[in-house]
């Protein structure tokens, strides 16, 4: 089944320690993007990654990092979380072009 | 930067019935993509529709239609014969043609309550 994974879904977690959401995709999608949803705001793009090695900031990228050292996986790090990265987090993947991009099943984060 | 504007928080529809969602959004580009997402209490994101601007014709998936207007910059979604399933937080997104990373500009959604 086309699919891409998060976890952990759910984490609880206090101000400053370090923190990973991992994303994985079995499409062989080029494209990857990670994106936080807040309250009214709808959906905002953190970081994405055109290849292997290829990222770049989106609209939010303060706070966190990212990776792309294989082309399924795509973490997301929170080096030293603070209270104002409490959010919901979304991963996708997608080929281009007019296709649409698959999202991952969310990872609901609160920092303490 | 391109914007997309959601301007109703809420809609109620009642079963059977058909609500409309409206959506703009600028930008100065001519080309470009639209979708529109449903996000049920699951969290999942479920693409709707999608309309590529340079088609005039409007995009239809069975019960859901959009009325694209490109020089009002408008994309509005109707949900035909509402179904207490299409009760959902639903978002607009705008996507450049040669968009970095692909990137989605959403709305801030709109909420829709379907009453038996």
């Known amino acids: 089944e086309a699919q891409v994974t998060q976890n952990p879904r759910y984490l609880i977690t206090v101000t400053g320690k370090k923190l990973t959401v991992t994303c994985s995709q079995n499409?062989?999608?080029?494209?990857m993007s990670w994106y936080r949803q807040d309250p009214g705001l709808g959906l905002r793009q953190i970081y994405y990654?055109?290849?292997?090695?290829?990222?770049d900031k989106g609209d939010v990228p303060e706070g966190y990092k990212v990776s792309r050292k294989e082309k399924r996986n795509f973490p997301l790090i929170l080096e030293s979380p603070s209270p104002n990265q409490t959010s919901l987090y979304f991963c996708?993947?997608?080929?281009?072009?007019?296709?649409?991009?698959?999202f991952g099943p969310g990872t609901r984060l609160t920092v303490l | 930067a391109q914007t997309v504007t959601q301007s109703q928080p809420e809609m109620s529809v009642q079963e059977a019935e058909t609500v409309t969602l409206s959506c703009t959004y600028d930008?100065?580009?001519?080309?470009?993509?639209l979708f529109w997402y449903k996000q049920p209490p699951s969290r999942q994101m479920i693409l709707v529709i999608r309309?590529?601007?340079?088609?005039?014709q409007n995009a239809t998936e069975n019960r859901f239609s959009v009325n694209f207007q490109k020089a009002a910059k408008s994309f509005s979604l109707k949900i035909s014969d509402s179904q207490l399933g299409d009760a959902a937080m639903y978002f607009c997104?705008?996507?450049?043609?040669?968009?970095?990373?692909?990137?989605?500009?959403f709305g801030g959604g709109t909420r829709v309550l379907v009453k038996p």
């Open positions: 996708a993947s997608s080929t281009g072009g007019p296709y649409e991009q698959f």
């Open positions: 997104a705008y996507r450049s043609y040669g968009a970095a990373g692909n990137k989605l500009t």
């Open positions: 499409m062989n999608h080029e494209y």
């Open positions: 930008t100065s580009e001519s080309d470009y993509y």
């Open positions: 309309q590529e601007a340079y088609k005039q």
């Open positions: 990654s055109m290849n292997v090695e290829v990222t």
